[in-house]
Nanobody, 125 residues
Protein backbone atom coordinates (compact mmCIF):
# COMPACT_ATOMS: atom_id res chain seq x y z
CA UNK A 1 0.00 0.00 0.00
CA UNK A 2 1.43 3.35 -1.04
CA UNK A 3 1.08 6.04 1.60
CA UNK A 4 1.93 9.71 1.27
CA UNK A 5 1.89 12.13 4.21
CA UNK A 6 2.31 15.87 3.74
CA UNK A 7 3.51 18.31 6.39
CA UNK A 8 4.79 21.85 6.69
CA UNK A 9 1.69 23.83 5.90
CA UNK A 10 0.54 26.78 7.98
CA UNK A 11 -0.28 30.45 8.08
CA UNK A 12 2.20 32.91 6.60
CA UNK A 13 2.15 36.53 5.56
CA UNK A 14 2.42 37.48 1.91
CA UNK A 15 6.05 37.57 0.88
CA UNK A 16 6.97 34.86 3.34
CA UNK A 17 8.17 31.29 2.82
CA UNK A 18 7.12 27.78 3.69
CA UNK A 19 8.64 24.38 3.02
CA UNK A 20 6.29 21.47 2.47
CA UNK A 21 7.41 17.88 2.89
CA UNK A 22 5.90 14.66 1.59
CA UNK A 23 6.99 11.46 3.29
CA UNK A 24 6.38 8.37 1.22
CA UNK A 25 6.25 4.75 2.26
CA UNK A 26 7.15 1.91 -0.01
CA UNK A 27 10.64 1.30 -1.28
CA UNK A 28 9.46 1.27 -4.89
CA UNK A 29 8.57 4.95 -4.64
CA UNK A 30 12.24 5.70 -5.20
CA UNK A 31 11.48 5.21 -8.91
CA UNK A 32 8.24 7.17 -8.96
CA UNK A 33 7.57 10.60 -10.37
CA UNK A 34 6.29 12.87 -7.61
CA UNK A 35 4.10 15.92 -7.90
CA UNK A 36 2.47 18.70 -5.90
CA UNK A 37 -1.03 19.95 -6.61
CA UNK A 38 -3.22 22.43 -4.78
CA UNK A 39 -6.87 23.25 -4.41
CA UNK A 40 -8.27 26.59 -3.32
CA UNK A 41 -11.79 26.90 -1.88
CA UNK A 42 -14.37 26.69 -4.63
CA UNK A 43 -11.77 25.94 -7.29
CA UNK A 44 -10.55 22.90 -9.17
CA UNK A 45 -7.41 21.07 -8.14
CA UNK A 46 -4.46 22.49 -10.05
CA UNK A 47 -0.93 21.43 -10.85
CA UNK A 48 1.92 23.11 -8.98
CA UNK A 49 5.15 21.18 -9.62
CA UNK A 50 6.51 17.78 -10.64
CA UNK A 51 9.85 15.98 -10.35
CA UNK A 52 11.03 12.84 -12.13
CA UNK A 53 12.25 9.78 -10.26
CA UNK A 54 15.89 10.77 -10.73
CA UNK A 55 15.30 14.39 -9.77
CA UNK A 56 16.85 15.42 -13.05
CA UNK A 57 13.67 16.74 -14.61
CA UNK A 58 11.20 19.14 -13.08
CA UNK A 59 8.16 21.08 -14.20
CA UNK A 60 6.25 24.02 -12.73
CA UNK A 61 3.00 25.84 -13.20
CA UNK A 62 3.56 29.28 -14.72
CA UNK A 63 2.06 30.88 -11.62
CA UNK A 64 4.81 29.53 -9.36
CA UNK A 65 7.87 29.55 -11.62
CA UNK A 66 10.77 31.36 -10.03
CA UNK A 67 9.16 31.22 -6.58
CA UNK A 68 8.69 27.50 -5.85
CA UNK A 69 11.28 24.73 -6.01
CA UNK A 70 10.55 21.01 -5.94
CA UNK A 71 13.23 18.56 -4.82
CA UNK A 72 13.54 15.04 -3.52
CA UNK A 73 15.70 13.15 -1.09
CA UNK A 74 16.15 9.62 -2.33
CA UNK A 75 17.63 8.37 0.91
CA UNK A 76 14.51 9.23 2.88
CA UNK A 77 11.98 8.93 0.09
CA UNK A 78 10.87 12.49 0.78
CA UNK A 79 9.78 15.20 -1.62
CA UNK A 80 9.93 18.88 -0.76
CA UNK A 81 8.28 22.00 -2.06
CA UNK A 82 10.11 25.18 -1.11
CA UNK A 83 7.73 28.10 -1.50
CA UNK A 84 9.13 31.63 -1.47
CA UNK A 85 7.56 35.03 -2.08
CA UNK A 86 4.17 33.61 -1.23
CA UNK A 87 1.07 35.40 -2.49
CA UNK A 88 -2.50 35.43 -1.25
CA UNK A 89 -3.52 33.41 -4.30
CA UNK A 90 -1.20 30.57 -3.23
CA UNK A 91 -3.66 29.78 -0.45
CA UNK A 92 -5.14 26.30 -0.59
CA UNK A 93 -4.74 22.68 0.37
CA UNK A 94 -1.53 21.26 -1.05
CA UNK A 95 -1.43 17.60 -2.05
CA UNK A 96 1.49 15.33 -2.74
CA UNK A 97 1.02 12.71 -5.47
CA UNK A 98 2.99 9.77 -6.87
CA UNK A 99 3.05 8.10 -10.25
CA UNK A 100 4.85 5.05 -11.61
CA UNK A 101 5.29 6.92 -14.90
CA UNK A 102 8.94 7.60 -14.12
CA UNK A 103 9.68 9.86 -17.08
CA UNK A 104 6.54 11.95 -16.72
CA UNK A 105 7.01 15.63 -15.87
CA UNK A 106 3.66 16.95 -16.96
CA UNK A 107 0.68 18.43 -15.17
CA UNK A 108 -2.13 15.93 -15.65
CA UNK A 109 -3.42 14.83 -12.25
CA UNK A 110 -4.93 11.69 -13.82
CA UNK A 111 -1.42 10.27 -14.24
CA UNK A 112 -1.01 10.19 -10.45
CA UNK A 113 -2.91 7.34 -8.74
CA UNK A 114 -1.51 7.90 -5.24
CA UNK A 115 -2.36 10.95 -3.14
CA UNK A 116 -1.76 12.26 0.35
CA UNK A 117 -4.41 13.82 2.59
CA UNK A 118 -3.18 17.35 1.99
CA UNK A 119 -1.77 20.17 4.10
CA UNK A 120 -3.32 23.62 4.41
CA UNK A 121 -1.37 26.67 3.31
CA UNK A 122 -2.88 30.05 4.14
CA UNK A 123 -1.25 33.26 2.97
CA UNK A 124 -2.52 36.45 4.55
CA UNK A 125 -2.43 39.61 2.50
Amino acid sequence: QVQLVESGGGLVQAGGSLRLSCAASGRTLRTYTMGWFRQAPGKEREFVAVISWSGGNTGYADSVKGRFTISRDHANITVYLQMNSLKFEDTGVYYCAASAATAYVGSDYRVFPYWGQGTQVTVSS
